[in-house]
């Protein structure tokens, strides 16, 4: 089974460019995560969709951040206007409907940016 | 609001001895617990789970965790270290609520093994 694909890996631009960052979930999973990690904290949700609607995205930035998952697979991750306390590590997980009774979530490895 | 405080930024251990990584939650109700590891440059990976039943959990790499929730404690261990298990550790916690799995990690606990 093919795990959680992210890209890019890695992601260099200068504050108030823009950024998009992509995630494929596992075949037929169907919530999708999107954390923030920045150096030395441990990840923070972003936003959780639920197929393609939104389920919680209270701590998203929303005058900068955008996040969309058309058509329930793939999901990505904007940022629009960068600011540099945006680097850190972006990481996407998913998990199937039923994890809701085993809560266990799957990450991708992530992409890492670096706001200059 | 659900809080997790991982006491321990950094645990340096010898190859082959026993560790422990503390783990305190602060929540009004009742949670799940989890603790995840992140290798360098990888993604995070569930090690084990406490949901319900019994309090002492076992995990995959030799690892458990004993949930105890007079002193909300869900602390970490394993009985001989290996090389291959530095790496980050994250203590999480998540409400009881179905439908919502929103997860609240703690800073994390960099395991370093020396040889």
């Known amino acids: 089974e093919a795990g959680v694909a992210q890209s890019p890996r890695y992601k260099i631009i200068e504050k108030r460019q823009s950024v998009a960052f992509w995630c494929n979930p596992i075949s037929g999973h169907a919530t999708l995560y999107w954390y923030q990690q920045i150096l030395g904290q441990g990840p923070k949700l972003l936003i959780q969709f639920q197929n393609n609607g939104v389920v919680d995205d209270s701590q998203l930035p929303k005058d900068r951040f955008s996040a969309e998952r058309l058509k329930g697979v793939d999901s990505t991750l904007k940022i629009q206007p960068a600011k540099l306390e945006d680097s850190a590590v972006y990481l996407c997980?998913?998990?199937?409907?039923?994890?809701?009774?085993?809560?266990?979530?799957?990450f991708g490895p992530g992409t890492r940016l670096t706001v200059t | 609001a659900q809080s997790v405080t991982q006491l321990d930024s950094q645990v340096p251990v010898f190859e082959e001895a026993p560790v422990e990584l503390r783990c305190n939650y602060s929540?009004?109700?009742?949670?799940?617990l989890f603790w995840y590891v992140q290798y360098p440059n990888q993604g995070l990976q569930l090690l084990l789970k406490y949901l319900s039943g019994s309090t002492l959990v076992k995990g995959i790499n030799g690892f458990e965790a004993e949930f105890n929730k007079s002193q909300t404690s869900f602390h970490l261990r394993k009985p001989s270290v290996h090389i291959s298990d530095t790496a980050e550790y994250f203590c999480?916690?998540?409400?009881?609520?179905?439908?919502?799995?929103?997860?609240?990690f703690g800073t994390g606990t960099r395991l370093t093994i020396i040889p």
């Open positions: 999480a916690v998540s409400d009881r609520d179905f439908g919502n799995e929103k997860l609240t």
């Open positions: 997980a998913s998990s199937p409907v039923q994890a809701s009774y085993s809560y266990e979530q799957y």
């Open positions: 929540s009004s109700v009742s949670v799940y």
